[in-house]
């Protein structure tokens, strides 16, 4: 199953340039959480919030898949 929405997947096929860089600029990853931090917003929070948002619309889809398929 693929949850990548379709226009992102296009934007990447068109011009993105698949590598491994899980471990690119490390520091400079850690700079940018200490600066959002320093700046008063929490990783925590946010990631917190896209989980949730994202289980709903997960929790969405498949409510409206059951309506079409469950017999009535």
């Known amino acids: ?14 011009h ?4 491994a860089s899980l471990t690119e600029d490390v520091e400079g990853a850690r700079t940018v959480m200490a600066n959002l931090a320093a ?13 949730t948002a994202g289980v709903k619309q997960f929790e969405d889809a498949f409510a409206k898949l059951l309506a079409v398929t469950q017999p009535q």
């Open 1 to 14: 199953m693929n949850t990548i929405p379709p226009a992102t997947y296009d934007a990447f096929r068109d």
């Open 16 to 19: 993105g340039v698949p590598r």
């Open 39 to 51: 700046g008063g917003i929490s990783i925590d929070t946010v990631t917190a919030d896209l989980v």
